[in-house]
């Protein structure tokens, strides 16, 4: 029986969960995003809203499509105010015990139709499905950053998760204006686990060949065809988020190539984890 989705709950509103919460509202699903502060859950809203109202500026979206989306976003500090939603996003942080602790809530608290969905980028679907009652409906949603920009959404299938849950994650994806590609649980899924080891293997060659950022995102934009040079791209990501996913897949694949770089470790010790603070690799505004 094809799932009906309608209504979208967004568990976490940090960067990863605003912009999907904002993909769905844009695509005329009613939000509720759940935060665990007030504070937090207004700061998601006003990012939101300015993302939106660049859109306006650039001509992208009229100001009553942007009023209309932002009037489909609820907020929320209560996690059983999502417990009616269709579909649940989950985007807290990447740590395998709080989100075996929401998933076993989740489970409890949503309805028998619900389907509960993991935007890790690293951490086994499997082992988050395993902390509830009806693991069948849960399925991985990889959304990429910033989500509202790039179009793919790695839908994740475990071994127990049901055939009509993969195939409403894709036609949500879909309907949400999102490129999806169905994979099985497996380390890294399909981009992280080729992307970070190469990531990694590109900041190394920095030191090991003595060459400066621009050298080495001008040599792969221009020779390889990257459309984005790597440190830009690691600036883009979050050096922080980067070095998070790789060890986090290191300890899944010991394998040298996946462990992050020294270099990013001294970088996110001093604070500096590109265009989020304003310097990485290169300096911004």
């Known amino acids: 029986m094809a799932r009906d989705i309608r209504t979208v709950g967004v568990v976490g509103l940090g960067t990863m969960g605003a912009g999907i919460a904002q993909v769905a ?13 007030e504070e937090l859950a207004e700061a998601a809203r006003t990012k939101i809203e300015h993302f ?22 609820r907020t929320t500090t209560d996690v059983a105010d999502v417990a009616g ?59 990429f950053n910033p989500a509202p920009l790039l179009p793919l959404v790695e839908v994740v299938r475990t071994k127990q998760t049901a055939d009509d849950v993969v195939e409403a994650a894709e036609a949500w994806a879909a309907s949400a204006g999102k490129k999806s590609v169905v994979c099985n649980d497996t380390p890294g899924f399909i981009v992280n686990r080729i992307l970070i080891p190469l990531l990694n293997d590109c900041v190394r060659t ?14 792969m934009t221009n020779g390889a ?48 984890l590109g265009r989020k603070t304003g310097e990485g690799f290169y300096k911004y505004e």
């Open 85 to 143: 939603s269709d579909l649940v996003i989950e985007a807290i942080v990447e740590d395998l015990d709080a989100k075996r602790e929401l998933f076993a809530e989740l489970d409890r608290i949503c309805s028998a139709d619900a389907i509960l969905a993991t935007n890790t980028s690293a951490i086994s679907v499997s082992e988050i499905a395993d902390a509830t009652e009806h693991p069948e409906r849960v399925v991985g949603m990889h959304f």
């Open 206 to 219: 920095l030191d090991e060949a003595g060459i400066t950022p621009e050298a080495l995102d001008t040599a």
């Open 25 to 37: 509202i844009q695509a005329g699903y009613d939000v509720f995003g759940r935060e665990v502060s």
């Open 52 to 73: 939106l109202g660049r859109a306006v500026e650039k001509g992208r979206m009229t100001s009553d499509d942007r009023d209309a989306a932002l009037a489909r976003l």
């Open 225 to 272: 065809g990257w459309p984005m040079g790597p440190c830009a791209l690691v600036d883009l990501v979050g050096i922080d988020i980067h070095v998070h996913a790789a060890e986090a897949l290191h300890a899944m694949l010991p394998d040298d190539r996946v462990a992050p770089p020294e270099r990013l470790r001294r970088m996110v010790a001093e604070g500096k």
